[in-house]
């Protein structure tokens, strides 16, 4: 297939690359000047979705979405396929949609879970939202760069699974880590606590796979001295999305608006930079006064 890949950040370059190295013939733009493997890069959006089979876009929010959406929609021609795997609010998604459907566009959004590492190894998950059609064009290249994609529903379904994924994620992050900074103060050791709550009825992906204690289960962030990994303005910026969206149709989420809360918080407090497991340390140092 022809592939325009806008938007070659930390997740779009090894995604693009990986889809060059798979036979695709992949034009990729960017604001930043960026070379990868196999990718020839256009200076202009429209000079790379001149003519291509699909388009896929991975942008860091809503705002750039609709920016790029303004470009591409025009350049495209139907009935080509356009794959936006940003995470971004219900709206933007929404309404680059509705844009997209009237220009005779197939559209999916298919925000990815499993952050770099996934993006590197082609081992995201596709969470997908449009037409059978779109997804059935898309879903060869979802087999490249992922392993799993899953047709959530009509358009807006991938971002709204999104969403509430990495609600459960980001509060389960902070009682995880809030269990390990209270078994800490008990006396406890952290590896029999590992050794009892990845194997018991506590157990996530939170404790089992990313554990946030250094030196504990597999190898994670927080052994990395918490380099990213997912960063905790990402999550914080998911977790404002989850707290729009529940806005907009009225759904209670106390738990993870306080978790949006904390990772704000956390912000001002050295998480700047660092993985969202780095929460652990916060909790640590934090005084009972705090409580
Ligand atoms: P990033 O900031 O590294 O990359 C985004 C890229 O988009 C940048 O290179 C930027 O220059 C480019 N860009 C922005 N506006 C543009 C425009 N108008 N035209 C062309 N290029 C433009 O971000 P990332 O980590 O690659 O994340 C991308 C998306 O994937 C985000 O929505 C993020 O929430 C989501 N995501 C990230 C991870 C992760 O672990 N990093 C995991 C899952 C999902």
């Excluded at 998950?125 to 799993?148: R, V, Y």
């Amino acid at each position: 297939m022809r592939i325009a890949f806008i938007g070659l950040g930390n997740m779009g370059a090894p995604m693009a690359r990986n889809l060059a190295a798979a036979g695709h013939s992949v034009t990729g733009v960017d604001l930043a000047s960026v070379e990868i493997d196999g990718v020839s890069m256009a200076s202009s959006i429209a000079g790379a979705a001149s003519g291509v089979d699909v388009a896929i876009t991975m942008l860091p929010d809503g705002g750039a979405l609709r920016a790029v959406a303004e470009e591409l929609i025009p350049a495209l021609t139907a009935p080509a396929c356009w794959i936006d795997c940003s995470t971004v609010d219900i709206a933007a998604c929404r309404d680059v949609h509705s844009t997209a459907k009237a220009a005779g566009l197939h559209a999916l959004d298919a925000p990815v879970s499993g952050g770099v590492g996934g993006a590197e190894a082609g081992t995201l998950t596709f969470m997908c939202g449009g037409s059978e059609d779109a997804f059935a064009t898309a879903q060869p290249l979802f087999d490249i760069m992922g392993a799993k994609a899953v047709h959530c529903g009509a358009g807006g379904a991938g971002q709204a699974a999104k969403i509430c994924n990495n609600m459960i994620l980001g509060a389960t992050m902070i009682v995880t880590c809030e269990a390990f900074a209270l078994a800490d103060r008990l006396g406890l050791d952290r590896q029999a606590m590992f050794d009892v709550v990845s194997t018991s009825s506590g157990a996530s992906w939170s404790v089992n796979t990313y554990c946030p204690a250094p030196g504990i289960g597999p190898e994670a962030p927080s052994d990395r001295n918490y380099a990213p990994g997912f960063a905790t303005e990402l999550m914080a910026k998911d977790l404002a999305l989850a707290e729009a969206a529940a806005e907009e149709v009225g759904s209670q989420i106390l738990i993870g608006r306080r978790a949006a809360e904390i990772y704000r918080t956390f912000l001002g407090h050295g998480g700047a930079g660092k993985d969202f497991s780095a929460v652990l340390q916060m909790l640590e140092e934090a005084s009972p006064a705090e409580n």
